[in-house]
């Protein structure tokens, strides 16, 4: 089984929970962000504490 992308879930899984711990983000936001930027770690802390420090 891989997901839209071709990736196992246990790969997004486990990036998303350590993205969610890293900064502070959900587990399904950071899933978003996987799914929306690839797995590349970078862009993706950028965007998490972006979306992190965004004010409602």
Same mark, same amino acid.
Request: proline share 5%; charged share 30%; no cysteine.
């Given at each position: ?10 790969? /997004?899984?486990?990036? &998303? @929970?350590? !993205?969610?711990?890293?900064? *502070?983000? /959900?587990?399904?936001? &950071? @899933?978003? !962000?996987?799914?929306?930027? *690839? ?18």
């Amino acid at each position: 089984m891989v997901d839209e992308q071709g990736r196992p879930p246990a790969a /997004t899984d486990g990036m &998303a @929970r350590h !993205l969610a711990s890293e900064t *502070g983000i /959900t587990e399904a936001q &950071a @899933r978003e !962000l996987i799914d929306f930027l *690839g797995l590349n770690w970078a862009s993706l802390l950028r965007e998490a504490r972006m979306l992190k420090n965004r004010k409602p």
